[in-house]
């Protein structure tokens, strides 16, 4: 054989790429358009499971406990993940999504919720730690029917903006109500210092609690 033959290059496929190369990202290609013609049933019948088959299928999951959480005066019997936080749980396991997650490291104030009567910042309870104990979440507090006097009084002074504060915002101002600070704008802020609001809402949430306060004393 010459070194003339010896050189020839291989045949390529269209475009210009080897042959190998081609049928590498042919077969990328039809794997994933295989993968997503699959995932299409299975989101839908995700999505029909009923509450009991979901149970039933989540009490087979090896690791889960048991926990009855006393959450709005109505007791819930669920399953799990020891390392669960009461936010995940309220949110992904009893579905009530009003209790918001946003830095999930208890800075941000945005899971803020009752424990007792306490504010607490959910995102840093262990669920499987609070059984026996009365929580309340917004879904809690008032509906718009018959709304807190928290609840009124915000949406009186329109104190917010964006709304995704919103709800630690009130449960913190409502747990304050029956908590030992002065009277003063500032003392308000330093009460509410931990709850966080991005839009900047600040001086309509204290204006608000101030005429809560205001009304709770006359």
Known sequence: MSKDEMEEPKPSAPGGLSRRAFLTRAGAATVAG????LAGPMVIAEAQK???AAAAEESSIPGLVPVTLQVNGKAHKVRVDPRATVLDTLRETLHLTGTKKGCDH???GACTIHVNGRRVNSCL???TMQQGKAITTIEGLGT???MHPVQA???EHDAFQCGYCTSGQMMSAAA???EPWGERDEDVQEALSGNICRCGAYPNIIAAVQSCRRKATA
């Open 144 to 146: 718009p029917e018959a």
């Open 153 to 155: 009084a915000f949406a």
């Open 34 to 37: 295989t993968a997503a013609t």
């Open 176 to 178: 304050m109500l029956h």
């Open 125 to 127: 309870l262990l669920a």
């Open 50 to 52: 009923t509450p009991e």
């Open 106 to 108: 208890g800075q941000c």
